[in-house]
């Protein structure tokens, strides 16, 4: 297993809920790595998620929009890998409007693409998500299984997934991509379930279950989803696919009755209300290929969700900003699904 050692880090998508993680993540497990982040600072990233490393030489903050090739081809100079998080990244606002979804996920990844190839990029890490398999009736879907996504959000996500592999096959360009189940942790945006869950009961709020709330998910703490993000950069075989997860899989039910229990709220706070549209009911992925690459999931669930409640307990500032400033779309969501804000 070959070592590869990054220099200088283009961070798409850094001032999101994961790419702001990995930042923090990276600049500590290397002490001579640099890192550039581009992103455009929409509804989703938030300058402040970087405050911690703001002052840090070894980083540096562009704002910008991955469609934009100028942009993009000078923010990836002097980079000798990127690591592409940027994206339209919510299922439901995928559902309501689907554009920018199409433009950013596939177009963006595009323009990301040829300025690699025309910066001579060593390593390329596109950041994709479990979501492309589509719904797993039963057993596990390994990096070669069909595509087959549900949402217009999981759509996006696979033709970028192609976009970048065909840049591999056509140019030779060093893409390898990740696969990851649902993060969970600190900054994430609370219209998530996890962070929307706690916020809301929290304040004592409605817990909007779609459904029947027994589709399952895998949680991954985002940390762990950072390591082996990592860990790819370092060790993974260029051309490759990893999927990523912890084996966590909990209903949507189960999961919110853990987050009741720990907060002490009353289970009267679950409500259930109509159903997404085209909702996955169950994945599940092999992570048979990244455990050989060296990297295995070790966090107790039990412990991460812990972590996690206290910190949305500790940082009640960071998200009711948010939560004020997405009050038309919370509005928005809560007819849409029938439910109270
Ligand atoms: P997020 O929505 O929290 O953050 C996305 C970031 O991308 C934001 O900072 C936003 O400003 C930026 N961005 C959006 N459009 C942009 C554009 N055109 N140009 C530049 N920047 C732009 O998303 P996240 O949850 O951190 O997800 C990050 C990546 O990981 C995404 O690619 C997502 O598909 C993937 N993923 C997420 C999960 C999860 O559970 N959150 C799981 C698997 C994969
Ligand atoms: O699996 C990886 C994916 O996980 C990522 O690619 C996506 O970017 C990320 O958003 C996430 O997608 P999900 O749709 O699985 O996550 P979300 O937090 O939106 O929902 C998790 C589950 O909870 C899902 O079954 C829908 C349900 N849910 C969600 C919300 C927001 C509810 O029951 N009520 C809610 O209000």
């Keep these: 297993m070959s070592k590869y050692t990054p220099k200088t880090i283009l961070v798409t998508g850094g001032a999101g809920f994961i790419g702001s993680n990995f930042v923090r993540f990276a600049l500590k497990k290397d002490p001579d790595l640099k890192i550039v982040v581009l992103d455009l600072l929409t509804y989703a990233g938030n300058e402040e998620n970087l405050d911690e490393i703001k002052n840090n030489k070894r980083f540096t903050f562009v704002k910008g929009d991955i469609r934009d090739s100028g942009?993009?081809?000078s923010a990836m100079k002097n980079c000798d890998a990127v690591v592409h998080f940027a994206a339209e990244s919510h299922v439901d606002r995928s559902i309501l409007a689907a554009q920018d979804f199409i433009s950013t996920n596939i177009y963006g990844t595009y323009v990301l693409l040829q300025a690699a190839l025309k910066e001579n990029v060593q390593r390329f890490i596109n950041i994709s998500t479990d979501e492309v398999y589509g719904s797993i009736a039963e057993g596990e879907a390994d990096e070669n299984f069909l595509l087959k996504p549900s949402s217009p959000y999981s759509a996006s996500k696979a033709g970028q997934d192609q976009m970048a592999h065909a840049h591999h096959v056509t140019f030779n360009a060093p893409i390898i991509t990740t696969r990851s189940t649902n993060n969970f942790g600190p900054y994430q945006y609370p219209e998530k379930m996890i962070p929307l869950f706690?916020?809301?009961?929290?304040e004592n709020k409605p817990l909007p279950v779609y459904g029947?709330?027994?589709?399952v998910r895998d949680w991954t703490l985002v940390e762990e989803n950072c390591e082996a993000i990592f860990h790819v950069l370092l060790y993974g075989?260029?051309?490759e696919i990893y999927n990523i997860g912890s084996g966590n899989q909990l209903t949507n039910l189960e999961l919110t009755r853990k987050i009741?229990?720990?907060?002490?709220?009353?289970e009267t706070l679950v409500t259930y209300v109509e159903d997404r549209k085209g909702h996955?009911?169950?994945?599940?992925?092999?992570?048979?290929?990244?455990?050989?690459l060296g990297w295995t999931a070790k966090r107790p669930f039990h412990d991460a969700l812990a972590e996690t409640i206290?910190?949305?307990q500790t940082h009640r500032q960071w998200w009711e900003k948010i939560i004020q400033k997405q009050k038309s779309y919370q509005e928005f969501i809560s007819a849409y699904y029938k439910t109270r804000v």
């Design 237 to 239: 075989e260029i051309g």
């Design 71 to 73: 942009i993009v081809n």
């Design 198 to 202: 706690v916020t809301r009961a929290l």
């Design 260 to 266: 009741l229990q720990m907060l002490g709220k009353p």
């Design 212 to 215: 029947d709330g027994l589709q």
């Design 280 to 292: 996955d009911r169950r994945y599940s992925v092999s992570c048979e290929k990244i455990k050989k």
């Design 310 to 312: 206290s910190w949305y």
